[in-house]
């Protein structure tokens, strides 16, 4: 419409210059813009801008007469309306909002005659050059705007930031996008894209290229290495910074194979934020390498705590403290996150911990989204996890679920509470399988002879509750679990009673 109006404008301003034959009147009458147009005995009519045939302008023109708004040269008897039998009553300033229909009309017989006339050559070369500027006006002014609206839609949806706009740089990390900081009253958004961007709030995204990974990792120093797994090695790294983080370095002899797990914990990482899962800071897949770069956890796993390794061995409110915390990352992935992602690998080597020993989530390496339809209630899907993690209906059916995170948390927590590994081939027979014997020490009612013998005394009935829920969670049947929000809610209802029973005693 704005081109329109323009190219209106343009044509009435270059009509007096070029053509006195051409007659033009415009009036603006409260909300409307109306003008008319006579060339050479042609009549134009225009509403707002836009052309309109004479029906449409005469019923508009009605109106604003009986508002007293009149279009100079151009009254309500030129449309053959009776001037004295206008409805006054009618409201001015109105514009009609439907069209009526077109009747058919001839022009008036004096114009007709008029049309019959010669016209001068300077006065034909005038009416070209004005309709010639109209109608460049009209049909190239809207194109521009056109593709000005195109070119604007384009830089709004294209986000410079993206991994699609950045251009390729030779063995360059990729950063990851800006993230809402968690608090534990709100579970921030996650980002709606895999984009890019050049810093994190509280811990800065990386940039580097392989020389600078080779330094920070002095050339991948076995004194750096803080961990290995099915993926590969992770390295403790210092960046020129000063700035620590670890870096996963894939296996070379597993190069190909990794390509899924390795993709996987890119993308679900790059799309999750929250205080109890480790945050992904850049990657890189150039050539014969692929890095993740995490925030560094400085404290070690869980697994390492439970073993003693660090010098201190875990009390009660420690343990069930990172029992909450894990049930809270994981309730973020299954609930919260963009799209449900079901971890598949939850174990105490996968837990890191802070220097104040909060707990984080690690190694998305197996994680896969969940199903993408509402009525779909699992993915199928090839076993994959740890074995004494493995949800036996997983295994059973190949259909997962976010039940099978909640089994293996509910392995977790016999373990946290017990110290044992899932497995322990070097005990007796009838205690080589942790859960199985946990179990039948809970049914004969020794829940106390079940707990780390390295911890402290904790109240009969606080333990009985959590052993309770540990075998919930780990119940054979997955419609016998329940949902892993559901699971920290009462972890948080146990705590309260610990504090309570903690303050009596």
Same mark, same amino acid.
């Given at each position: 419409?704005?081109?329109?109006?323009?190219?209106?404008?343009?044509?009435?301003?270059?009509?007096?210059?070029?053509?006195?034959?051409?007659?033009?009147?415009?009036?603006?009458?409260?909300?409307?813009?109306?003008?008319?147009?006579?060339?050479?005995?042609?009549?134009?009519?225009?509403?707002?801008?836009?052309?309109?045939?004479?029906?449409?302008?005469?019923? #508009?023109?009605?109106?604003?007469?009986?508002?007293?708004?009149?279009?100079?040269?151009?009254?309500?008897?030129?449309?053959?309306?009776?001037?004295?039998?206008?409805?006054?009553?009618?409201?001015?300033?109105?514009?009609?909002?439907?069209?009526?229909?077109?009747?058919?009309?001839?022009?008036?017989?004096?114009?007709?005659?008029?049309?019959?006339?010669? +016209?001068?050559?300077?006065?034909?070369?005038?009416?070209?050059?004005?309709?010639?500027?109209?109608?460049?006006?009209?049909?190239?002014?809207?194109?521009?705007?056109?593709?000005?609206?195109?070119?604007?839609?384009?830089?709004?949806?294209?986000?410079?930031?993206?991994?699609?706009?950045?251009?390729?740089?030779?063995?360059?990390?990729?950063?990851?996008?800006?993230?809402?900081?968690?608090?534990?009253?709100?579970?921030?958004?996650?980002?709606?894209?895999?984009?890019?961007?050049?810093?994190?709030?509280?811990?800065?995204?990386?940039?580097?290229?392989?020389?600078?990974?080779?330094?920070?990792?002095?050339?991948?120093?076995?004194?750096?290495?803080?961990?290995?797994?099915?993926?590969?090695?992770?390295?403790?790294?210092?960046?020129?910074?000063?700035?620590?983080?670890?870096?996963?370095?894939?296996?070379?002899?597993?190069?190909?194979?990794?390509?899924?797990?390795?993709?996987?914990?890119?993308?679900?990482?790059?799309?999750?934020?929250?205080?109890?899962?480790?945050?992904?800071?850049?990657?890189?897949?150039?050539?014969?390498?692929?890095?993740?770069?995490?925030?560094?956890?400085?404290?070690?796993?869980?697994?390492?705590?439970?073993?003693?390794?660090?010098?201190?061995?875990?009390?009660?409110?420690?343990?069930?403290?990172?029992?909450?915390?894990?049930?809270?990352?994981?309730?973020?992935?299954?609930?919260?996150?963009?799209?449900?992602?079901?971890?598949?690998?939850?174990?105490?080597?996968?837990?890191?911990?802070?220097?104040?020993?909060?707990?984080? #989530?690690?190694?998305?390496?197996?994680?896969?989204?969940?199903?993408?339809?509402?009525?779909?209630?699992?993915?199928?899907?090839?076993?994959?996890?740890?074995?004494? +993690?493995?949800d036996p209906e997983y295994m059973k059916t190949y259909q997962l679920t976010t039940k099978s995170d909640v089994y293996s948390f509910g392995i977790l927590l016999i373990e946290i509470l017990t110290g044992r590994r899932p497995v322990e081939l070097r005990r007796p027979v009838e205690e080589r399988v942790?859960?199985? $014997?946990?179990?039948?020490?809970?049914?004969?009612?020794?829940?106390?002879?079940?707990?780390?013998?390295?911890?402290?005394?904790?109240?009969?009935?606080?333990?009985?509750?959590?052993?309770?829920?540990?075998?919930?969670?780990?119940?054979?049947?997955?419609?016998?679990?329940?949902?892993?929000?559901?699971?920290?809610?009462?972890? $948080?209802?146990?705590?309260?009673?610990?504090?309570?029973?903690?303050?009596?005693?």
């Open positions: 419409m704005a081109a329109s109006m323009f190219g209106l404008l343009l044509f009435m301003q270059l009509s007096t210059f070029f053509a006195s034959g051409i007659k033009v009147k415009s009036k603006i009458c409260g909300a409307d813009h109306i003008a008319y147009s006579n060339l050479y005995g042609t009549e134009l009519f225009y509403l707002n801008g836009n052309q309109v045939d004479k029906v449409l302008f005469c019923k #508009v023109l009605q109106l604003h007469y009986a508002d007293h708004c009149e279009l100079e040269g151009y009254s309500g008897a030129n449309c053959g309306l009776d001037v004295s039998l206008v409805d006054l009553s009618v409201g001015g300033g109105r514009k009609l909002l439907q069209e009526p229909k077109k009747e058919d009309e001839g022009p008036d017989d004096d114009l007709k005659g008029k049309n019959n006339g010669k +016209y001068p050559a300077s006065t034909k070369v005038g009416l070209g050059a004005a309709a010639g500027v109209l109608l460049t006006c009209v049909f190239i002014c809207p194109c521009l705007y056109r593709k000005k609206r195109a070119t604007d839609h384009t830089v709004l949806s294209k986000d410079a930031n993206s991994i699609d706009s950045a251009a390729p740089l030779e063995m360059s990390i990729h950063s990851l996008p800006e993230k809402v900081p968690a608090s534990p009253l709100r579970i921030p958004p996650s980002p709606s894209r895999f984009s890019m961007s050049p810093q994190l709030n509280r811990i800065r995204s990386v940039h580097l290229n392989m020389t600078q990974v080779a330094r920070a990792t002095r050339n991948f120093s076995s004194a750096l290495k803080i961990g290995e797994g099915g993926f590969g090695t992770v390295y403790k790294a210092q960046l020129d910074s000063g700035q620590i983080v670890a870096i996963k370095r894939a296996k070379k002899e597993h190069f190909e194979n990794l390509q899924t797990e390795f993709s996987s914990e890119v993308e679900l990482l790059a799309k999750i934020d929250h205080r109890n899962l480790v945050k992904l800071l850049g990657y890189v897949d150039k050539g014969n390498e692929r890095l993740i770069i995490t925030e560094y956890v400085p404290n070690g796993t869980l697994r390492e705590h439970l073993d003693g390794q660090h010098g201190k061995i875990l009390d009660f409110n420690q343990r069930l403290e990172i029992a909450i915390d894990v049930a809270h990352g994981l309730t973020y992935l299954h609930v919260y996150a963009e799209k449900q992602i079901i971890h598949r690998d939850v174990k105490s080597s996968n837990i890191l911990l802070t220097e104040s020993m909060r707990a984080k #989530v690690a190694d998305f390496g197996f994680a896969r989204v969940g199903p993408m339809d509402s009525d779909r209630t699992h993915i199928s899907t090839k076993v994959k996890g740890t074995v004494g +993690y493995l942790t859960p199985r $014997w946990a179990f039948n020490k809970y049914n004969e009612g020794h829940v106390v002879e079940l707990v780390d013998p390295r911890m402290e005394v904790v109240d009969a009935e606080i333990l009985t509750k959590m052993f309770a829920l540990a075998f919930q969670c780990a119940a054979p049947v997955r419609s016998d679990r329940p949902e892993m929000k559901s699971v920290g809610e009462q972890l $948080w209802a146990i705590r309260a009673d610990y504090v309570k029973t903690s303050s009596r005693g």
